[in-house]
Protein backbone atom coordinates (compact mmCIF):
# COMPACT_ATOMS: atom_id res chain seq x y z
CA UNK A 1 0.00 0.00 0.00
CA UNK A 2 0.89 3.67 -0.62
CA UNK A 3 0.29 6.38 1.38
CA UNK A 4 -1.46 8.32 -1.67
CA UNK A 5 -3.81 5.71 -1.61
CA UNK A 6 -7.47 6.54 -1.20
CA UNK A 7 -7.65 3.71 1.75
CA UNK A 8 -4.89 6.13 3.50
CA UNK A 9 -6.32 9.00 2.88
CA UNK A 10 -9.66 8.51 4.50
CA UNK A 11 -7.91 6.96 7.27
CA UNK A 12 -6.33 9.69 8.76
CA UNK A 13 -9.67 11.51 7.95
CA UNK A 14 -10.77 9.06 10.11
CA UNK A 15 -8.34 9.44 12.83
CA UNK A 16 -8.66 12.71 12.66
CA UNK A 17 -12.49 12.21 13.27
CA UNK A 18 -13.55 14.36 9.96
CA UNK A 19 -15.49 11.03 8.84
CA UNK A 20 -16.76 7.92 9.73
CA UNK A 21 -15.52 4.69 7.94
CA UNK A 22 -17.91 2.67 5.68
CA UNK A 23 -20.20 0.71 7.34
CA UNK A 24 -18.77 -2.51 6.37
CA UNK A 25 -15.39 -1.50 8.09
CA UNK A 26 -17.29 0.26 10.93
CA UNK A 27 -18.86 -2.87 12.22
CA UNK A 28 -15.62 -5.24 11.28
CA UNK A 29 -13.73 -2.65 13.36
CA UNK A 30 -15.97 -3.85 16.38
CA UNK A 31 -15.66 -7.10 16.10
CA UNK A 32 -12.07 -6.75 15.65
CA UNK A 33 -11.70 -4.63 18.77
CA UNK A 34 -14.15 -7.23 20.92
CA UNK A 35 -11.89 -10.18 19.53
CA UNK A 36 -8.61 -8.78 19.72
CA UNK A 37 -8.56 -5.93 21.68
CA UNK A 38 -6.95 -4.84 18.14
CA UNK A 39 -7.56 -0.95 16.55
CA UNK A 40 -8.91 -0.85 12.98
CA UNK A 41 -8.96 2.42 11.42
CA UNK A 42 -10.04 1.84 7.66
CA UNK A 43 -9.99 -1.25 4.93
CA UNK A 44 -10.89 -1.89 1.16
CA UNK A 45 -10.69 -4.76 -0.98
CA UNK A 46 -7.73 -4.23 -3.84
CA UNK A 47 -7.58 -6.08 -7.12
CA UNK A 48 -3.35 -7.30 -7.57
CA UNK A 49 -4.01 -8.44 -10.89
CA UNK A 50 -0.63 -9.64 -11.20
CA UNK A 51 -0.81 -11.86 -8.15
CA UNK A 52 -2.12 -15.78 -8.09
CA UNK A 53 -4.64 -14.62 -5.20
CA UNK A 54 -5.28 -11.16 -5.84
CA UNK A 55 -8.27 -10.09 -4.18
CA UNK A 56 -6.98 -8.57 -0.92
CA UNK A 57 -9.06 -7.20 2.15
CA UNK A 58 -5.93 -4.68 3.02
CA UNK A 59 -6.71 -3.21 6.80
CA UNK A 60 -5.05 -0.39 7.94
CA UNK A 61 -4.69 -0.87 11.99
CA UNK A 62 -3.53 1.90 14.40
CA UNK A 63 0.24 0.72 15.23
CA UNK A 64 2.31 -2.58 14.80
CA UNK A 65 1.29 -3.41 18.58
CA UNK A 66 -2.24 -3.82 17.26
CA UNK A 67 -1.22 -6.24 14.13
CA UNK A 68 0.97 -8.34 16.76
CA UNK A 69 -2.59 -9.29 18.48
CA UNK A 70 -4.23 -10.53 15.23
CA UNK A 71 -4.41 -13.70 13.69
CA UNK A 72 -0.93 -14.55 11.84
CA UNK A 73 -1.22 -17.34 9.09
CA UNK A 74 -2.98 -16.89 6.14
CA UNK A 75 -5.75 -19.38 6.90
CA UNK A 76 -6.58 -18.01 10.92
CA UNK A 77 -6.79 -14.75 8.92
CA UNK A 78 -9.77 -16.19 6.28
CA UNK A 79 -11.31 -18.36 9.33
CA UNK A 80 -11.44 -15.01 10.98
CA UNK A 81 -11.43 -12.14 9.72
CA UNK A 82 -11.85 -12.94 6.45
CA UNK A 83 -15.25 -14.95 7.18
CA UNK A 84 -16.65 -11.91 9.66
CA UNK A 85 -16.41 -9.55 6.47
CA UNK A 86 -18.52 -11.64 4.42
CA UNK A 87 -21.14 -11.77 7.26
CA UNK A 88 -21.45 -8.11 7.91
CA UNK A 89 -21.88 -7.97 4.00
CA UNK A 90 -24.29 -10.25 3.97
CA UNK A 91 -26.16 -9.11 7.14
CA UNK A 92 -25.92 -5.51 5.52
CA UNK A 93 -27.68 -6.93 2.11
CA UNK A 94 -24.04 -4.78 0.36
CA UNK A 95 -23.41 -5.74 -3.46
CA UNK A 96 -20.67 -3.39 -3.29
CA UNK A 97 -18.41 -5.64 -4.06
CA UNK A 98 -20.17 -8.44 -5.75
CA UNK A 99 -17.87 -8.20 -8.59
CA UNK A 100 -15.16 -9.89 -6.47
CA UNK A 101 -14.89 -13.47 -5.66
CA UNK A 102 -14.07 -12.74 -1.65
CA UNK A 103 -14.26 -16.62 -0.98
CA UNK A 104 -10.28 -16.34 -1.74
CA UNK A 105 -9.22 -13.50 -1.20
CA UNK A 106 -6.35 -12.78 1.60
CA UNK A 107 -5.92 -10.86 4.00
CA UNK A 108 -3.33 -7.93 4.41
CA UNK A 109 -2.05 -6.01 7.69
CA UNK A 110 -0.84 -2.23 7.48
CA UNK A 111 0.24 0.02 10.12
CA UNK A 112 -0.69 3.09 10.43
CA UNK A 113 2.00 4.70 11.93
CA UNK A 114 4.26 3.12 9.02
CA UNK A 115 2.38 5.09 6.34
CA UNK A 116 2.52 8.62 7.85
CA UNK A 117 5.82 7.89 8.43
CA UNK A 118 6.47 6.93 4.38
CA UNK A 119 4.28 9.66 3.64
CA UNK A 120 5.89 12.70 5.29
CA UNK A 121 9.62 11.12 4.15
CA UNK A 122 8.13 10.88 0.22
CA UNK A 123 7.30 14.80 0.67
CA UNK A 124 10.32 15.86 2.41
CA UNK A 125 11.27 18.47 -0.88
CA UNK A 126 14.70 19.36 -1.15
CA UNK A 127 14.20 22.93 -2.62
CA UNK A 128 14.59 24.51 0.64
CA UNK A 129 17.60 23.05 1.79
CA UNK A 130 19.23 23.54 -0.88
CA UNK A 131 18.87 27.19 -0.43
CA UNK A 132 19.73 27.58 2.81
CA UNK A 133 22.88 25.56 2.49
CA UNK A 134 23.88 27.01 -1.09
CA UNK A 135 27.01 27.97 0.07
CA UNK A 136 27.90 24.55 1.85
CA UNK A 137 29.16 22.58 -1.18
CA UNK A 138 26.18 20.05 -1.15
CA UNK A 139 26.61 17.89 -4.06
CA UNK A 140 22.75 16.43 -4.09
CA UNK A 141 20.24 15.21 -1.89
CA UNK A 142 18.71 11.76 -2.62
CA UNK A 143 16.22 9.57 -1.63
CA UNK A 144 16.80 5.61 -0.96
CA UNK A 145 14.53 3.53 0.54
CA UNK A 146 13.42 4.86 4.27
CA UNK A 147 16.89 7.18 4.33
CA UNK A 148 18.12 10.31 2.91
CA UNK A 149 21.74 10.91 1.81
CA UNK A 150 23.02 13.88 1.27
CA UNK A 151 26.21 14.37 -0.41
CA UNK A 152 28.86 16.94 -0.42
CA UNK A 153 31.77 17.58 -2.95
CA UNK A 154 34.36 15.79 -0.94
CA UNK A 155 35.64 13.90 1.57
CA UNK A 156 37.60 17.01 3.54
CA UNK A 157 33.93 18.75 3.53
CA UNK A 158 32.35 15.55 5.00
CA UNK A 159 34.94 16.29 7.95
CA UNK A 160 34.42 19.89 8.23
CA UNK A 161 30.85 20.73 8.02
CA UNK A 162 30.76 17.65 10.57
CA UNK A 163 32.92 19.55 12.67
CA UNK A 164 31.27 22.96 12.20
CA UNK A 165 28.15 21.73 13.15
CA UNK A 166 26.02 22.27 9.38
CA UNK A 167 25.54 18.72 8.98
CA UNK A 168 23.24 19.19 12.27
CA UNK A 169 21.60 22.04 11.25
CA UNK A 170 20.95 20.00 7.76
CA UNK A 171 19.91 17.53 9.50
CA UNK A 172 17.62 19.15 12.15
CA UNK A 173 15.99 21.07 8.62
CA UNK A 174 15.18 18.10 6.67
CA UNK A 175 13.31 16.69 10.61
CA UNK A 176 11.64 19.68 10.17
CA UNK A 177 10.40 20.02 6.81
CA UNK A 178 8.74 16.25 7.62
CA UNK A 179 7.36 16.99 10.72
CA UNK A 180 5.33 19.90 8.39
CA UNK A 181 3.47 17.06 7.35
CA UNK A 182 3.02 15.09 10.18
CA UNK A 183 -0.33 15.69 11.52
CA UNK A 184 -0.42 12.75 14.16
CA UNK A 185 3.43 13.19 15.71
CA UNK A 186 4.80 10.15 14.57
CA UNK A 187 7.85 11.93 13.63
CA UNK A 188 8.83 13.10 17.46
CA UNK A 189 9.73 9.84 18.30
CA UNK A 190 10.88 8.51 15.31
CA UNK A 191 13.68 10.88 13.35
CA UNK A 192 14.51 10.18 9.77
CA UNK A 193 17.20 8.53 9.02
CA UNK A 194 19.91 10.71 7.22
CA UNK A 195 23.48 9.96 5.88
CA UNK A 196 26.42 12.24 4.92
CA UNK A 197 28.84 11.11 2.24
CA UNK A 198 30.82 12.93 -0.51
CA UNK A 199 30.78 12.69 -4.12
CA UNK A 200 34.26 11.50 -4.23
CA UNK A 201 33.89 8.96 -2.00
CA UNK A 202 31.28 7.40 -3.98
CA UNK A 203 33.09 8.01 -7.40
CA UNK A 204 36.08 6.22 -6.25
CA UNK A 205 33.90 3.12 -4.50
CA UNK A 206 30.95 2.79 -6.27
CA UNK A 207 31.50 2.79 -9.97
CA UNK A 208 29.62 -0.35 -10.57
CA UNK A 209 26.96 -0.29 -7.84
CA UNK A 210 23.33 1.67 -7.97
CA UNK A 211 25.13 4.92 -7.05
CA UNK A 212 26.65 5.16 -10.54
CA UNK A 213 25.41 8.03 -12.36
CA UNK A 214 23.13 9.32 -9.45
CA UNK A 215 24.59 12.23 -8.56
Same mark, same amino acid.
Given at each position: ??? =?????? %?????? @???????????? @????????? /??? @?? /?? +??? $????????????????????? !???????????? *???? $????????????????? %????? &?????????????????? #??? &?????????? %????????????????? *????? =???? *??? #?????? +??????????? @????? !? $???????????????????? $???????
Amino acid at each position: MLP =KEEVFQ %NAKEIK @LGLVEPSIEFKV @LAEKIKAKW /NSN @LI /NG +DIY $NYVQMSSPIRLRLIFDSIEDI !KLLPKFWIDRQE *TIGK $NFIEILTENKSNKYQHF %NLSEM &MIDYFDFEELVFKECFLK #VDF &MEINQEFEQE %NIASIRKYWDYIHVFYQ *TDEDV =KIKE *TMG #VSKKIK +DKIQEIAERND @LFGIL !K $NRPLKIIFDSKDNIEKVALY $NSYKGII
